[in-house]
């Protein structure tokens, strides 16, 4: 029902002084009214009282004034550094709510510590420092069984992520670590192997931690060294990485590129992860993505070969496994898959322009634009990787999930990345006064999306274990709860 006030608004006319002095009907034209530009006289208006809003308009007003508060608590405004305001764009507030475990509100309604953030940091640091006292005192008693069941381990629940080991890694990695662990880069590398591993195998880390802290004392070597093998820490990785590239260190020897390569693509993978989560300095290896080649990947390490399974009931010696093939045709179209997928949510991921007020509003044309290159990319993906997207009307116990865990994490993948590009569109109808039917049809392609990412998200909860904490940020951000997925 049109509300009677609003109504009597429009069919109120404001007369100029001189004709409500003269009590004569006015025409209320703009500039002036008829009358006083023909006698010369200057036509002036007053303006009227303001009538109470309605009852709707109060309402509309105070549902504003909650998602402002709503929005403050979620993307607080904090001051921002020198070296920030160089290097980061300004947030907008139609990004998807991101940076959650820097954020305390977010923590709290969690039922987290406030700098929880700081907890986790301070936490590592301090796992760091143990690993230098009384490093050069404690003797490493390695098992050959442990070292293959952890190398097994790595191979099929890390390497995959991120394969930019060397095809003959299997070599050196017994040889270091059946000899005396001379502090050096390989020897750190080879280390930091099985301890993961171990973490992997067992789930848990105590049996790991003298691989930890011997790996450690190699590290001022790592940091001296012209070298690429260990990239425990993505920024020291990252920075040693693009001086190499900057330089021209990288030589002449194919393996050694095609090494760096692939040293250079993780590190920027890693650094990505790490800097959209806890809004993490960043090293400026994104500039130079357009300048370093994609790798080859022509030969990937594996442990154990594709004829043998980690979770065979027959162990793998180290004698048997030494010679391992160089196959993984799922692990390296997976490899360029992400990286591509990396570059384009790069150069835009959000369909949010800039009005000259300074206004965000929402950009339909770049949001189908943007779902046009995603939708390229799935179909340029190679038969290895390829996964079956699904229809929102179909029941969740039916929609096929691929078995591969690399597949159904670029499944993941995908379909966040159209909730990142829908988003905008459900935000400004919860902000608009009124909504379009095209833009309520943007804000189904919003919700049809997150329906089908549920199935995919929860088997990579169990199946990928690299990016597990992503995974999990990422079903708190879009279920708005901390239901376990277990």
């Not at 709707?56 to 305001?85: F, G, K, W």
């Not at 993984?328 to 991921?349: D, P, Q, V, W």
């Not at 905008?424 to 309520?440: D, I, K, R, T």
Request: with cysteine; glycine share 4%; aromatic share 8%.
């Amino acid at each position: 029902m049109q509300d009677h006030r609003a109504t009597k608004r429009k069919r109120t006319t404001l007369a100029c002084d001189a004709c409500r002095a003269r009590r004569t009907k006015c025409d209320s034209q703009r500039p002036a009214c008829r009358y006083c530009q023909t006698h010369g006289v200057v036509c002036i208006y007053q303006e009227p009282p303001l009538e109470p809003p309605s009852r709707v308009e109060e309402e509309l007003h105070a549902v504003n004034n909650r998602l402002d508060q709503l929005i403050s608590l979620v993307l607080p405004a904090q001051p921002r550094t020198e070296y920030e305001n160089l290097v980061d764009e300004e947030d907008s507030p139609f990004d998807l709510p991101s940076k959650l475990l820097g954020n305390s509100s977010i923590m709290k309604m969690l039922g987290l510590d406030a700098n929880f953030t700081q907890i986790l940091v301070r936490g590592e640091l301090t796992i760091e420092s143990k690993g230098h006292v009384n490093q050069g005192t404690r003797m490493l008693i390695v098992r050959h069984q442990d070292t293959v069941n952890a190398l097994a381990a790595f191979s099929a629940r890390v390497h995959i992520w991120y394969p930019i080991l060397p095809s003959e890694f299997s070599d050196e990695y017994f040889r270091v670590l059946s000899g005396c662990l001379l502090p050096s880069s390989e020897t750190c590398l080879a280390l930091l192997v099985a301890a993961i591993g171990l973490v992997i195998e067992e789930d848990e880390a105590s049996s790991s931690t003298p691989y930890f802290e011997t790996a450690l004392a190699s590290l001022p070597i790592i940091v001296s060294e012209c070298s690429v093998c260990t990239h425990d820490y993505c920024l020291i990785a990252s920075s040693k990485i693009q001086t190499i590239f900057k330089i021209g260190l990288e030589g002449d020897d194919p393996n050694i590129v095609e090494q760096t390569r692939r040293a250079y693509w993780a590190a920027l993978l890693l650094e990505n992860e790490l800097a959209g989560q806890f809004d993490a300095p960043r090293s400026g290896i994104w500039s130079l993505d357009e300048h370093v080649p994609l790798p080859l990947c022509q030969q990937v390490w594996q442990f154990p070969p594709e004829s043998t399974s980690p979770g065979a009931a027959t162990p793998v010696s180290p004698d048997s496994a030494i010679c391992t093939n160089t196959g993984g045709e799922k692990t390296r179209s997976y490899f360029l898959a992400e990286i591509a997928m990396r570059r384009m949510l790069h150069r835009c991921n959000t369909a949010v322009q800039v009005t000259v007020t300074g206004k965000y509003v929402y950009a339909p044309n770049i949001a189908l634009e943007l779902e046009h290159q995603l939708e390229e990319w799935y179909h340029y993906l190679p038969e290895f990787n390829r996964f079956e997207k699904g229809e929102v009307s179909q029941p969740l116990e039916t929609i096929n999930i691929p078995s591969c865990p690399l597949s159904n994490f670029l499944r993941v993948q995908y379909y966040c990345c159209r909730l990142s590009i829908f988003w905008p569109a459900v935000y400004q109808a919860m902000q608009g006064g009124s909504v379009s039917n095209h833009l309520l049809g943007h804000c189904k392609r919003f919700l049809d999306s997150y329906v089908l990412l549920t199935p995919s998200i929860i088997a990579a909860f169990h199946d990928c274990r690299v990016n597990r904490w992503t995974i999990f940020v990422r079903w708190v951000l879009f279920s708005g709860s901390g239901t376990s997925l277990d």
